[in-house]
């Protein structure tokens, strides 16, 4: 089945700067890449997404890039804030349905 | 994106107890729902996907007879925990899939169980 890691598992930054999230996937007919962003205690929500005949797709401060060939995507975020502050999960869906979600990355956003 | 409930948000039981979980899609008629499990700082992991009027599909190691999933309507999913034991404690989340060309997961805001 699909295998997805996910790097760093923790990340700091101070305000302003940019973080950069990456995950690889194992399986080639993966063709869908959610990002879900969650807070303590709350639900996964979904912050940005990317199908596999997109490389790249960009939202306000927020931007995701996939590479096909070397079976890796990326969340980039600018300018980041500490409302920024949270878990990220990628994900890798193969059938449409099922979401293989990588292990998550604490980011903290240092005022 | 689908608005998706759980029912109760929180929930403390006693050992050897049952406990129900009900997931409900508000705005969206959902053939297909997810039930996951999440424990602190952990990633989602799936248990099983739940699809109306039909038996649910189980990953592999979790228990079908310990983790009872119905799909009864399309809009309605329930998870009973049986015979609930202190391992069993977690945040439980389900979530709703879309579909018909968008087929991103929308979560419910989870149910924390905590059993004594």
């Known amino acids: 089945g699909e295998n997805v890691e996910q790097h760093p598992s923790t990340l700091s930054v101070q305000e302003g700067d940019s973080a950069v999230i990456k995950c690889t996937y194992s399986?080639?007919?993966?063709?869908?890449f959610p990002w879900y962003k969650q807070e303590l205690g709350k639900r996964p929500q979904l912050i940005i997404d990317?199908?596999?005949?997109?490389g790249e797709k960009k939202d306000q401060r927020i931007a995701v890039t996939l590479n096909k060939t070397a079976k890796h995507f990326s969340l980039h975020i600018t300018e980041t804030q500490p409302e920024d502050s949270a878990v990220y999960f990628c994900?890798?869906?193969?059938?449409?349905?099922?979401?293989?979600f990588g292990t998550g990355t604490s980011l903290t956003v240092i005022p | 994106g689908a608005v998706v409930s759980q029912h109760p948000s929180r929930v403390i039981c006693k050992s050897g107890t049952s406990v129900k979980i009900e997931c409900r899609s508000l705005?969206?008629?959902?053939?297909?729902m997810f039930w996951y499990r999440q424990f602190p700082k952990k990633s989602l992991m799936l248990m099983a996907t739940?699809?109306?009027?039909?038996?649910?599909?189980?990953e592999q190691g979790v228990e079908k007879d310990k983790f009872l999933i119905n799909h009864a309507s399309l809009t309605l999913s329930t998870l009973t925990v049986t015979s609930a034991h202190p391992e069993d404690s977690s945040f439980y989340i389900c979530?709703?899939?879309?579909?018909?060309?968008?087929?991103?997961?929308?979560f419910g805001p989870g149910t924390r169980l905590l059993v004594l």
């Open positions: 979530s709703v899939s879309t579909q018909g060309g968008v087929e991103t997961q929308y």
């Open positions: 399986d080639s007919a993966s063709n869908y």
């Open positions: 990317i199908r596999s005949n997109v």
């Open positions: 994900a890798a869906s193969t059938t449409g349905n099922q979401f293989y």
């Open positions: 739940s699809n109306e009027g039909s038996k649910a599909t189980y």
């Open positions: 705005d969206f008629q959902a053939t297909t």
